[in-house]
């Protein structure tokens, strides 16, 4: 078995459209171990969510492999828990079964599955809002229960693309930190699309850096950051070390797309 919980090789791909050529990603490679929390950042339309769904299984590459546990997944959806920014909650279906949907097309029995999601529901902050409906809810619980169901569908790698993007920044803080002790609690293997320098930096253990379409990893940057995180951390003298030497790099390649 690999050492590693994630391992993409390679990989690129292109889109094609009325005889013309587009490449989204080109030639990325990255690997990650199990357990770890890693922030992808970079500029707008880079190959983020591409990257995302090709590992998801919903996507094929033009060239290069993906595994995990050693295994190719390459068009082999399942394999991973994958989350986006909006929380597709049904409106029809109650919280609590909005959060066993993916138990449930796993055919997992419902008073199983409802057994399985009652105390985390209680533990991390939806206590009483099970039989609410997602019109009922603000923001911040919508996402709560959206991640709880992908949590729930019980797989190791997690992908997260942008899940706080469209929350304020108070709302924000208060899921960052809820989402580090679900983090610490089940240590699965997390990778995270955000726009949000602090944001990658007072999660992850590593953050890659995309370069400009095509996307490839251009830096990978270590946070040496102590565990567990508290806010506090963000005034830091490290904290801001890290920060403007992501902001530099984000810089760099914003002037290279606007030089080439």
Not at 214 to 243: A, C, H, Q, W
Request: some cysteine; proline content about 5%.
């Amino acid at each position: 078995m690999s050492t590693y919980k994630l391992e993409v090789a390679n990989l690129t791909k292109s889109f094609y459209k009325n005889g013309s050529e587009t490449t989204a990603v080109k030639d990325t490679s990255f690997r990650v171990k199990e357990g770890e929390f890693i922030s992808i950042i970079g500029p707008s339309g880079c190959g983020k969510s591409t990257l995302f769904n090709i590992i998801a299984g919903l996507m094929l590459p033009s060239a290069g492999e993906v595994k995990a546990d050693g295994n190719n997944i390459i068009d082999k959806p399942g394999h991973v828990g994958y989350m986006l920014q909006k929380d597709m909650l049904l409106p029809w279906r109650t919280i609590l079964d909005n959060i066993i949907l993916g138990m449930e097309v796993r055919g997992i029995p419902r008073k199983q599955a409802v057994a399985k999601a009652m105390p985390l529901i209680e533990k991390y902050g939806l206590e009483g809002f099970d039989k609410h409906y997602p019109h009922e809810l603000s923001g911040g619980m919508r996402q709560r229960a959206a991640l709880l169901r992908t949590l729930l569908y019980d797989r190791d790698i997690l992908l997260l693309d942008e899940p706080f993007g469209a929350l304020d920044a108070q709302t924000r803080l208060s899921m960052q930190t809820w989402l580090l002790q679900i983090w610490q609690d089940f240590r699965k293997t997390i990778l995270f699309v955000t726009h949000d320098i602090d944001e990658a930096i007072y999660l992850s253990d590593n953050i890659f850096v995309f370069s400009g379409r095509p996307g490839y990893i251009k830096t990978n940057i270590k946070v040496d950051l102590p565990r567990p995180r508290i806010p506090e951390m963000m005034t830091t003298d490290r904290f801001s070390g890290l920060k403007s030497k992501l902001m530099e790099l984000l810089s760099e390649e914003r002037e290279h797309r606007i030089a080439g």
